[in-house]
Each structure stands twice: as structure tokens, then as C-alpha cells.
């Protein structure tokens, strides 16, 4: 992805006691297993599974040392924490019992992005005035999220979200931003449902944030806006940015073409205080975990 105007200075993390080290394994479900990263082989193996996903299932670009090595490597990899979820029951092609990593989560947290100068998604999206709007909050970032194609039916992508659940509460984060991509780099095979999104998702103005630079464009200027045609635009939606909507996502303005990865991304930010309780009652707390 292409750096866009800098990152910008985020503020410092709002006084708070500091928690211990959310680490190693935080949930077991029959043969899957819900961890956070520990060692550099862990998060190597959770980079080989996005580079099966991003670039040998979806549309993503390798250059010349991922397509050698197969795997996904970004610079925030070595500062933020992966969520992972390894199938203890997975079978090789030997046809033996190994251990896969079948799901993954990147979080980024305002200290290590403070440490590298943004967030990952400040490259995409002007989030500074953001941050500077709610500078007693604080921010984590969601990235990088995959399932393995033959795991999306089970509940792999169920147990990264009570992770996530867990990291907020254990960090005491407040607010959740991050990417979430429609296929392809032509904005207007999405008309409908970037119609849905700014209709009856758009962020409030103390959480917009938009492209760096002059406003975007229209999309979509000729697509009604009656109830079917909202009701078919939301239909049209990926399966996970559905997930963030009904946990009470909300969505920025303008959209930004990753040519790169062969998406079109939406900017999204979950306030915790403002997302659905019952979800994330089920999805996160660790009460409802344990």
C-alpha cells in the first residue's frame, strides 16, 4: 500500500494502570485452539496463512520476497499481536495429525502505532483528526483478518472474535477501527451496497473520518435509494463487514482502491461503548469465555 501524506503524530495513551501481558492460549473449543502469538514461528505461520489467502485464493500482488518466501510481511507485523486459532486435529498431506494455524487476527495497538508513527490504516485513511478528537480513548486497530477456505464454515472466525472481546477488556480499549475490503479495484461493481453503507451506516461526525485530501467523489450517482434497492445493497456485503454492522459498526466516508491487494476498503470504527451488547456479550467478554 502507498503512504498517503504521512502518518500523522497520535497523542499519548490516556493515564491508566498498565495490565499484564495477555499472552499464549486464551480458549479451547473441542480441537481449536484460540491463542496470541509468542513466538517469531507462530507469526510466521500466521503470514504463510494470509499469503494463501490474500494472494493464492484473492486478488493480492506479491513482489519478488513475498512470492519467494509465501508469506504475507508487513512492517507492523514484529509490533502488534496476533490472534490465532490452530486446529489441533488438522490432518497433513501424509495424511498425519499436525497442528494448522486455520484463522488469524493483527492487532495493533496505540502504543505500537504510536512507536511506528500511525496506524496501519492512516496510510489509506486520514484518521489523525480522529485520534485528536478523542484523545482520552484508546485505540486499537483490526488487520489482516483471514479464515483458511476450508475452516469458514466452522468456528473459527466465532473464537477470533472472543478474542478480540478479551483484548478489549483486558486493555480496556475503547475504540476499534480498521479496514474491511470489498473485491476488486472498481468502486462502482459495489454501488448498492456503498450505498447501503452510506445511508444507514455512516459514521457520526465525531467519529468520520475520510480520505487524505479533497473529498471523494461520488460512487454511486445515479443509484436509487428506495428500500429494496438498500435492502440488496446490504445483502451484497461481504459476510465480515456484515459481521461489524450488526455488532454496531459504523463506516467513513469515501472508499480507497488498494490496487496491491485487489480491494476496495471502507474505513470502520467500533466505539465499545456503542456497539451491541449481546454481541459482544457473546462474541467478547471474558465472563461469557470462561
Known sequence: MTAQNGFGRLL?????????????????????ELRIAESKKEIRKAQRLRYKVFYEEGAARADRTAALIR???????????????????????????????VACYRIVSQAAADELGGFCSAQEFDIAPLVARHADKRFAELGRACVLKQWRGSRALELLWRGIGMYVDHYRIDVLIGCASLPGVDPARHVRA?????????AADAWSVGLHGAPPAATHPQEPCDEAALRAGERELPPLIRSYLRCGARFGDGVYVDRQFG?????????VAEMDPRFFGRFGARKSAA
Open 12 to 32: 499519548p495513551f490516556p493515564k491508566r494502570k498498565p495490565r499484564a501481558t495477555l499472552r499464549g492460549t486464551l480458549l479451547r473449543v473441542g480441537a481449536l
Open 71 to 101: 508469506r504475507d510481511v508487513c512492517r507492523y507485523d514484529k509490533a502488534a499481536d496476533h490472534l490465532i486459532v490452530v486446529d489441533h486435529a488438522a490432518v497433513n498431506r501424509l495424511g498425519r495429525v499436525k497442528p494448522k494455524v
Open 194 to 202: 456503498l450505498r447501503f453503507v452510506e445511508t444507514r451506516a455512516r
Open 263 to 271: 480491494v476496495t476498503d471502507l474505513f470502520v470504527v467500533m466505539p
